[in-house]
T-cell receptor, first 112, second 116 residues
Framework: EPEVTQTPSHQVTQMGQEVILRCVPI?????FYWYRQILGQKVEFLVS????????KSEIFDDQFSVERPDGSNFTLKIRSTKLEDSAMYFC??????????FGSGTRLTVV | AQKVTQAQTEISVVEKEDVTLDCVYE???????LFWYKQPPSGELVFLIR??????QNEISGRYSWNFQKSTSSFNFTITASQVVDSAVYFC?????????????FGKGITLSVRP
């Protein structure tokens, strides 16, 4: 069964460094999402992406974040200058139509 | 704005007990979807169920059952004869469909511990 793939599963980075989290959505899906879960807290919506542009973003998704679908298969989340509070699990999701999110297994980002 | 409330934060039961996880939601839309996800200690989100706002039929899947009541804006989840493997965090979530976006709004989650 097709699934959303995220790499890496765990990334450690130094404060101030740029990180790129990668996701390969399910191939016929059209809608893409990033969510964030700080340890022990709820899953929070970051951004949705459709037709090569952001369709909605949350207040968490400030100027240090950006998303891209560079080659028609990957969907990336870039954090320009990481802060300690960016440490979290980041989930990518995709859907074929706007009703059900298929989630990847997540990337645990640790900022030190 | 949409909101999901999971008032219970932690529940501990002994194996074979039944347990109900509560979920109350708020939305102004007439068309929406409700979900339950399981998050085991490994961290991934495991999809359990999706219901749309027009389908109030309760659903049973093995030891799992769901009770959707629009009159009380609730979508409760019952595990019958709980097992140690059911220990996890359970999230209820709501999706409104607005144009090209169907983001999920999650509740804070309920940590379920099932003791042998």
């Amino acid at each position: 069964e097709p699934e959303v793939t995220q790499t890496p599963s765990h990334q450690v980075t130094q404060m101030g460094q740029e990180v790129i989290l990668r996701c390969v959505p399910i191939s016929n899906h059209l809608y893409f999402y990033w969510y964030r879960q700080i340890l022990g807290q709820k899953v929070e919506f970051l951004v949705s992406f459709y037709n090569n542009e952001i369709s909605e973003k949350s207040e968490i998704f400030d100027d240090q974040f950006s998303v891209e679908r560079p080659d028609g298969s990957n969907f990336t989340l870039k954090i320009r200058s990481t802060k300690l509070e960016d440490s979290a699990m980041y989930f990518c999701a995709s859907t074929a139509f706007p009703t059900l999110n298929d989630f990847g297994s997540g990337t645990r980002l640790t900022v030190v | 704005a949409q909101k999901v409330t999971q008032a219970q934060t932690e529940i501990s039961v002994v194996e074979k007990e039944d347990v109900t996880l509560d979920c109350v939601y708020e939305t102004r839309d007439t068309t929406y979807y409700l979900f339950w996800y399981k998050q085991p200690p490994s961290g991934e989100l495991v999809f359990l169920i999706r219901r749309n706002s027009f389908d109030e039929q309760n659903e049973i899947s093995g030891r799992y059952s769901w009770n959707f009541q629009k009159s009380t804006s609730s979508f409760n989840f019952t595990i019958t004869a709980s097992q140690v493997v059911d220990s996890a965090v359970y999230f209820c979530a709501l999706s409104e469909v607005t144009g090209a976006n169907s983001k999920l709004t999650f509740g804070k989650g309920i940590t379920l511990s099932v003791r042998p």
